[in-house]
């Protein structure tokens, strides 16, 4: 497996209250990639990243933002937490951009499920 | 934007029998790729898909990718209970053209 580590996996909060997950990568992949698992979706963009200090928004911004200061670190900020936010949360990373025209595959993490109350 | 729409949602079959999943793109695609998430897992790529009417073969799984570019399958014959998993395609147009998944189809085997 790619070397992409989530933290925290796991976490309970409660509205309102601000809450950031954390990507590391080992691979020295250029672009980061945060995306939303819910039941019926599939996978959802949230934002992505192709370069320090570069990132874009995806197809469900709204109530997130992300940072990257280093390349091997992605980091997603839920401002002030709403239920709606709560999920699983992957990132993934890839050497060139996914769905580009000389497109890269997708390394996920494993997961961060995130609970709002 | 563009829509990425997969069939069926769920699909029960007894071990052994043959799946196949269906995956329809509003929009011309110049890819296609495809993942497999465990139940608890991840996803993980599969294969991807480039050239109109290509079929690709990896073990008991074919993929085919439409001649038109809008469509893809991915079929698995004798399934055993290692398949079982969640399907997606992915295809590029979304946000930065980056990939749009398809909501996935839930494979059950039952031995």
């Known amino acids: 497996d790619a070397g992409i580590t989530q933290s925290p996996r796991h976490k309970v909060t409660e509205t309102g209250t601000p809450v950031t997950l954390r990507c590391h990568q080992t691979?020295?992949?250029?672009?980061m990639y945060w995306y939303r698992q819910d039941p019926g979706h599939g996978l959802r963009l949230i934002h992505y990243?192709?370069?320090?200090?570069?990132?874009d928004k995806g197809e469900v911004s709204d109530g997130y933002s992300v940072s990257r200061s280093k390349t091997e670190d992605f980091l997603l900020t839920l401002e002030s937490a709403t239920s709606s936010q709560t999920s699983v949360y992957f990132c993934?990373?890839?050497?060139?951009?996914?769905?580009?025209?000389?497109?890269?595959?997708?390394?996920f993490g494993e997961g961060s499920r995130l609970t709002v109350l | 934007g563009q829509q990425v729409m997969q069939i069926p949602q769920y699909q029960h079959v007894q071990e052994g029998e043959d799946f196949t999943t269906y995956c329809n793109s509003s929009?011309?695609?110049?890819?296609i790729q495809w993942y497999k998430q465990r139940p608890g897992g991840h996803p993980v790529f599969l294969i991807q898909?480039?050239?109109?009417?290509e079929v690709k073969k990896q073990k008991r799984l074919t993929f085919q990718f439409g001649e038109a570019k809008k469509n893809s399958s991915l079929h698995i014959t004798a399934t055993q209970t290692t398949d079982v998993g969640t399907y997606f395609c992915?295809?590029?147009?979304?946000?930065?053209?980056?990939?749009?998944f398809g909501p996935g189809t839930r494979l059950s085997v039952l031995p």
């Open positions: 898909l480039v050239k109109s009417g």
């Open positions: 992915a295809g590029p147009g979304g946000y930065g053209q980056n990939f749009v």
């Open positions: 990243s192709y370069g320090v200090k570069d990132t």
């Open positions: 691979e020295n992949h250029r672009y």
């Open positions: 929009t011309t695609l110049s890819n």
């Open positions: 993934a990373i890839s050497e060139r951009l996914a769905g580009g025209s000389n497109t890269g595959e997708l390394f």
